[in-house]
């Protein structure tokens, strides 16, 4: 996939973190999603999972899907999204924890927020959310669909420690906003450090 | 174009980010122009519509110009500039922030703005101009084209917390210009942190 | 190899550092290692070099195997690796160094710690050591074999102002904790200067 | 030329910046030069200039040497150097501005040092001096060869606020020169701001 060799070459998912879904049938739910543990710099497109509504397998491989693959269900029923991504860069790894008190991350004012669906102008305020991590998925994805009712007009959130997730109603718009977002997130990381002090 | 390619690599028009235009007629205006939100780092060279001197699309294509095409037009205008590139880079978006209240910045005493047009020594004091963001082009054509005629020796602007517009005689040395205040402001910003103290 | 490239790229194996070994054969020891002083980004697969238990080039070449080839063979025997790798990044010269006084490094609470092999969980405390670096390989090696001894759970460790070593069962599993630590040390090592002081 | 390809990925010799000579015959001297003005990332190999030990272009082009043909001649005759290599990176230029007043940088206690022709240890102690900048050349090429005399053990030296000189026996050496040089001045720059102060 040409998108996750291109997070991989901008250093968003290396080792074989993160991990991308993309709707392929509404009902039943199938979505293409990339199996748990693979290098993304080197994934051909053959090793892409097919999975339902319940994270099982339907195509023919004996992959695993990533375990986070209820985050990704859950993320296309709330929002009805067509994809899904999910990166570890070190600026989602850094603010995720900075923030973590706070419970969210306000980014505003920068024109490249226009890029975020439905947002007309520099004069936006996004919130991302940030949820603490979990290796127990169906309690985080309960928190998760708790969160994103909250916040309905989030275009993404971030993982403590861990990364962010955001989607889109197409592929391309998912990694739209995943180049909009990580954007936003390293300006307001390096905005710390050119002023001399963490900006919260 | 390989240009725009170039300037995705580097993360300087990540997102849908950053336009390019390049005069293809003088009289009457023609200007080749990169379409409202497309993917720089994926745009086949039939996509680049041809746009006229009030951001018409002349050319046989549905797609609609960049909203600031009105920007570049103008740039064409009062500095008979033969291509005018825009990026979005993270240190045009800090440093336009950080130096707003003072309407410009100052880069001074480097080698590397040697390589402005017609600028022959590193003793040479370019004055960046920082115009605030607006979603009112017309209004923004204007305060720039102001702008412009105030510093009649400028070689690029900022847009306060959006990024860099520059210019030159034709798209290589365009071109040029946007590696050399890319670079002279990561220059400036970085300097900002190895000193411990922000760089104003 | 297109290991040794994608390190370069990264710029993780400049100037001739940085080395890398796999097993071909146990017993009696047989490696494939990167020869001394050259080149990773332009590095012919014919100019890899075969090893045995005590370095000696067993394969028809000129070249001299790397003078760190008895720490890599040691650390095939300690920890029954399949592959060893050394980068020399900018992130782990300068933690390596910082550190140092402690003899080591904790790195704790982050989602990418589970790429590491038998990590199942962010809540996870790994710690890499630091040894002094040396000329004298022998007992460099030795002081090592010693620190591997005491760090069973080690994944790897520092040599101070010098780079990471690393491993795996196989040369896809080391790749794999190179990335990891990289983006680790990456990531401790900015959430210093994002944090306004050194993350000590 | 796949060096000067490389070096304007990394962004070394971003907008027209850096220029690169390899000896092609010593007596009479013919150095192969890039030309004045070109951008790095697009440099046919036929564009390659001939210039004589005066800096006259004997090969049949148009295009003119750089300005600063003089120093890598100089630099050519002082050391006996195969290959000449000046870079304009962020790092170079911001280290020779903050260390100026002293003249010059040492670098001491990285195993990269290693990398230099003749460095055996890192228990070295590389000192880089650091001139004005100037743009007269003859004056400069003057007091480089004069610094060169005092310098006699130093492997590059940095130009103020414009870059760093390197050499080497040749092409292969002055390349690999310039990665461990770029590195360390990274590797210094960034320790400054990762203890919380510069690094003086």
Redesign the interface.
């Known amino acids: 996939m040409a998108t996750a060799a ?1 997070f991989y070459r ?2 968003w998912v ?4 993160g991990n991308l879904s993309a709707v392929v049938e509404r009902d039943p739910l199938r979505l293409a999603m990339t199996p748990s543990g693979v ?1 993304k ?1 080197a994934l051909p497109a053959g090793h892409i999972l097919m999975i339902d509504e319940e994270a099982r397998v339907v195509s023919k491989h004996d992959a695993r899907p990533s375990d986070e693959s209820p985050l990704h269900i859950r993320v296309v029923r709330e929002r009805g999204a067509g994809a899904v991504l999910h990166t ?1 860069s ?1 600026w989602s ?3 995720s ?2 923030h973590a008190d706070r419970g969210g991350l306000a980014i505003e ?4 927020l226009k ?1 975020l669906a439905g947002v ?4 936006h305020r996004e919130w991302l959310p940030i949820l603490e ?1 979990s ?1 127990d998925m169906p309690a985080l994805a309960e928190s998760m669909a708790e969160m994103l009712r909250q916040h309905q007009d989030a275009h993404g959130f971030l ?1 403590r ?3 962010l997730y955001t989607w889109g109603s197409d592929l ?1 718009q998912a ?2 906003h995943v ?2 977002l ?2 936003l997130l ?2 307001v ?10 900006n919260l």
């Open positions: 291109g901008r250093g290396l080792g074989t973190s290098d710099g570890h070190i790894t850094l603010l924890d900075l004012g920068y024109e490249m890029g007309k102008t520099h004069e991590n290796q993982l420690r861990h990364g391309a990694k739209r180049e909009i990580e954007f390293e300006a990381g390096r905005s710390g450090s050119i002023a001399g002090k963490p």
